[in-house]
């Protein structure tokens, strides 16, 4: 007979934000005074407050941390900065400094990467809303024109017809991968043979050069293995392709949506302890490639248009705290200069939030806002601080 197992009756203990949490780890703040050896106080005099802050070297260290943990696993990698991520002229330059084309999804982002020195056959240029203009401008420049919808499809075939040019496109696929919900706002479906129609119907064209094939499977993606399924099809699609048309696919392009090392609202842990590395990303990715039936003197140039985990780590948002006060219910409250405004990523994000010079370690449970006349602008709802 065996014994009734022991009952241990449940503890409920009330858990703060801060110290100590459940693990009884105690709150250790460390303030960030400088920017790559750069004064913050001396930033805030300079520009006044509040201030956006971007590190030109960590911009390129986390540049050069994701190219190797690719180009170390598959021979032809091609990064292709997403202008939609952060168009400013300054951190685009920063990228094709660092040998990344340009991945646009307007004429406007398209005449920025033009403006910045990026040569025609060096922009992929993505989305559903690309004008007449827009066509003929990349098309007669030698870019990559993904091909979102049939309509599309259509007007770059009478465009060509008209000019005689041709046209090196791609198909943007959504497929199944796992990911919930599915992003079937853009491209063609791949399980229900949508995607195989257009290539066919492209592959009949005179003027029309099919180039590769790409898609994207959402944003803040943290299972890695969906790219692998991503990688997988379009690598099955390419070798249909090759064996109905004896057509070689230049390239296999799998979007971005990496997660940056943003901590999501809700979530217990930080999102530095959770989220893929590159190296993970890159495995999935590589693996399916290296894996798949493609012939060995065919293997495609991959693609990568990784966009908020190049430049999340590099951003900062510095100001002022313009008052301490107590709200109704006791807890302390700041106010400080920076609002959702400046800041909507708030809404979803649980950013870091440091002071920016020496205090004291006593921390209290805190709730950091600015002065809009809303009540939803709050920064961050509770946090230990000074």
């Given at each position: 007979?065996?014994?009734?197992?022991?009952?241990?009756?449940?503890?409920?203990?009330?858990?703060?934000?801060?110290?100590?949490?459940?693990?009884?780890?105690?709150?250790?703040?460390?303030?960030?005074?400088?920017?790559?050896?750069?004064?913050?106080?001396?930033?805030?005099?300079?520009?006044?407050?509040?201030?956006?802050?971007?590190?030109?070297?960590?911009?390129?260290?986390?540049?050069?941390?994701?190219?190797?943990?690719?180009?170390?696993?598959?021979?032809?990698?091609?990064?292709?900065?997403?202008?939609?991520?952060?168009?400013?002229?300054?951190?685009?330059?920063?990228?094709?400094?660092?040998?990344?084309?340009?991945?646009?999804?307007?004429?406007?982002?398209?005449?920025?990467?033009?403006?910045?020195g990026v040569p025609g056959n060096k922009i992929i240029f993505n989305g559903p809303d690309k004008?007449?203009?827009?066509?003929?401008?990349?098309?007669?420049?030698?870019?990559?024109?993904?091909?979102?919808?049939?309509?599309?499809?259509?007007?770059?075939?009478?465009?060509?017809?008209?000019?005689?040019?041709?046209?090196?496109?791609?198909?943007?696929?959504?497929?199944?991968?796992?990911?919930?919900?599915?992003?079937?706002?853009?491209?063609?479906?791949?399980?229900?043979?949508?995607?195989?129609?257009?290539?066919?119907?492209?592959?009949?064209?005179?003027?029309?050069?099919?180039?590769?094939?790409?898609?994207?499977?959402?944003?803040?993606?943290?299972?890695?293995?969906?790219?692998?399924?991503?990688?997988?099809?379009?690598?099955?699609?390419?070798?249909?392709?090759?064996?109905?048309?004896?057509?070689?696919?230049?390239?296999?392009?799998?979007?971005?949506?990496?997660?940056?090392?943003?901590?999501?609202?809700?979530?217990?842990?930080?999102?530095?302890?959770?989220?893929?590395?590159?190296?993970?990303?890159?495995?999935?990715?590589?693996?399916?490639?290296?894996?798949?039936?493609?012939?060995?003197?065919?293997?495609?140039?991959?693609?990568?248009?990784?966009?908020?985990?190049?430049?999340?780590?590099?951003?900062?948002?510095?100001?002022?705290?313009?008052?301490?006060?107590?709200?109704?219910?006791?807890?302390?409250?700041?106010?400080?200069?920076?609002?959702?405004?400046?800041?909507?990523?708030?809404?979803?994000?649980?950013?870091?939030?440091?002071?920016?010079?020496?205090?004291?370690?006593?921390?209290?449970?805190?709730?950091?806002?600015?002065?809009?006349?809303?009540?939803?602008?709050?920064?961050?709802?509770?946090?230990?601080?000074?």
């Amino acid at each position: 007979m065996m014994d009734k197992p022991k009952f241990d009756r449940p503890v409920i203990n009330r858990i703060n934000a801060g110290v100590p949490d459940k693990f009884g780890m105690r709150t250790n703040i460390r303030p960030i005074t400088t920017i790559d050896n750069v004064s913050i106080n001396r930033l805030l005099k300079e520009y006044g407050s509040p201030l956006y802050v971007l590190s030109e070297q960590t911009i390129r260290d986390t540049y050069r941390e994701a190219e190797s943990a690719f180009k170390t696993r598959y021979p032809k990698v091609q990064f292709a900065w997403s202008y939609k991520t952060n168009y400013m002229n300054a951190v685009c330059r920063v990228f094709h400094q660092e040998d990344a084309w340009a991945e646009v999804v307007s004429g406007f982002e398209y005449e920025k990467a033009i403006a910045n020195g990026v040569p025609g056959n060096k922009i992929i240029f993505n989305g559903p809303d690309k004008s007449r203009s827009d066509l003929e401008l990349g098309i007669k420049n030698g870019s990559l024109i993904h091909i979102d919808h049939f309509d599309e499809l259509y007007e770059i075939i009478d465009i060509v017809d008209d000019s005689e040019e041709i046209a090196k496109v791609a198909i943007r696929i959504n497929m199944d991968t796992g990911i919930y919900p599915q992003w079937d706002r853009f491209g063609f479906n791949f399980e229900n043979g949508e995607a195989w129609a257009a290539v066919n119907k492209i592959m009949t064209q005179e003027h029309l050069e099919l180039m590769g094939l790409h898609t994207h499977i959402g944003t803040y993606i943290m299972t890695p293995v969906s790219y692998g399924i991503a990688t997988r099809k379009m690598a099955e699609l390419a070798v249909r392709i090759d064996r109905k048309f004896d057509h070689v696919i230049k390239y296999i392009d799998v979007g971005g949506g990496f997660a940056s090392k943003n901590t999501l609202k809700g979530a217990y842990l930080p999102g530095s302890d959770t989220c893929p590395s590159f190296d993970e990303y890159a495995e999935a990715i590589t693996d399916a490639l290296n894996n798949s039936d493609i012939r060995h003197d065919r293997m495609p140039t991959l693609f990568l248009e990784t966009g908020r985990a190049l430049i999340d780590d590099a951003g900062y948002l510095a100001g002022t705290v313009l008052a301490n006060k107590r709200l109704a219910d006791g807890r302390r409250s700041l106010v400080i200069d920076i609002g959702v405004n400046m800041l909507f990523t708030s809404f979803w994000y649980e950013h870091n939030i440091v002071p920016a010079q020496e205090h004291q370690q006593d921390t209290e449970d805190t709730t950091i806002y600015r002065p809009l006349c809303m009540n939803i602008d709050v920064i961050r709802s509770a946090v230990q601080f000074p």
